[in-house]
């Protein structure tokens, strides 16, 4: 009896989930696959089952990338500010996915477009998560020069989150990029300090420093794995994980 009630008893109250615009684009490797959508979706309705409050953070790169776009003689902050227009269109197609699987949802974003998303206010973020609302974060920061993943790590702290969830597209944190160097080691648990100090690529380092601050741990994990989310949430030991205890390799 024991072993069958374990399962629904979820280890975090309140996640973050970090997507990149990548990860929507799926195999066609540019825009937003519709299958892929609805997969997310349906994991993330796994989630929402448990009764967690479930953030999304998401990233534009499938649309538009600032940063390489400055590289080609753009300005900086206006590539910036494309590319976190580039995240609303992402919202807005994960949110119809979301709600198209049976979810109420919020899209909140850092520039203020009332049309189509509520302007963020971290009060009403928490109050639409204790409702049982997915909340998307749109925008980034709504400030150039940083990343979606320093939205993520900005708005799981604000919010309270228990812990911000790193989707990827390997099973993991590695001592080296396993697809170039064959004897890169998996780290099951690696420190923040760590991460900065080896370069490992996680998130950006401005990341990595506010969630150490604030002592939130990051769960690095395969995407592309089905029910990889609802596994983590439940307490399974899937990916890597990131927080102030001394990493060990796995």
């Known amino acids: 009896m024991a072993a069958a009630a374990g399962p629904a008893r979820p280890a975090y109250r ?5 997507l990149s615009g990548e990860a929507l684009a799926g195999a066609l490797g540019y825009g937003i696959d519709p299958d892929v959508l ?21 990233g534009g790169g499938n649309i538009f990338r600032g940063i390489a776009a400055s590289a080609g003689g753009m300005d900086r902050a206006t590539a ?3 590319g976190m227009l580039a995240t609303v269109i992402n919202a807005l197609a994960l949110q119809d996915a979301l709600e198209k ?10 520039i203020e477009m009332r ?11 928490i109050r639409h998560l204790e409702k049982g609302r997915v909340v998307i974060f749109a925008a980034g920061t709504g400030n150039p020069f940083f990343t979606t993943d320093t939205a993520g790590a900005l708005r799981a702290v604000e919010i309270g989150a228990d812990v911000i969830m790193k989707a990827t597209k390997v099973d993991g944190i590695y001592s080296a990029d396993p697809k170039k160097h064959a004897a890169a080691e998996r780290l099951a648990k690696v420190s923040y300090g760590e991460v900065l ?9 401005t990341a990595i420093s506010l969630c150490m601050e604030n002592q939130l741990p990051i769960v690095v994990f395969d995407l592309t ?6 596994r983590i949430v439940l307490g399974e030991p899937v990916g890597s994980l990131v927080s102030a205890e001394v990493g060990s390799r796995g």
């Open 14 to 18: 309140r996640i973050v989930l970090k």
């Open 38 to 58: 609805v997969r997310i979706a349906e994991e993330i309705r796994g989630v929402a089952d448990l009764h967690v409050q479930t953030a999304v953070v998401i």
């Open 80 to 82: 910036d500010y494309m």
């Open 101 to 110: 699987a049976g979810l109420q949802t919020r899209v909140l974003s850092a």
């Open 115 to 125: 049309a189509v998303a509520e302007p963020y206010i971290r009060r009403r973020a």
């Open 197 to 205: 100090n080896r370069g490992l690529q996680v998130m950006d380092t």
């Open 225 to 230: 794995v089905i029910g990889n989310i609802r």
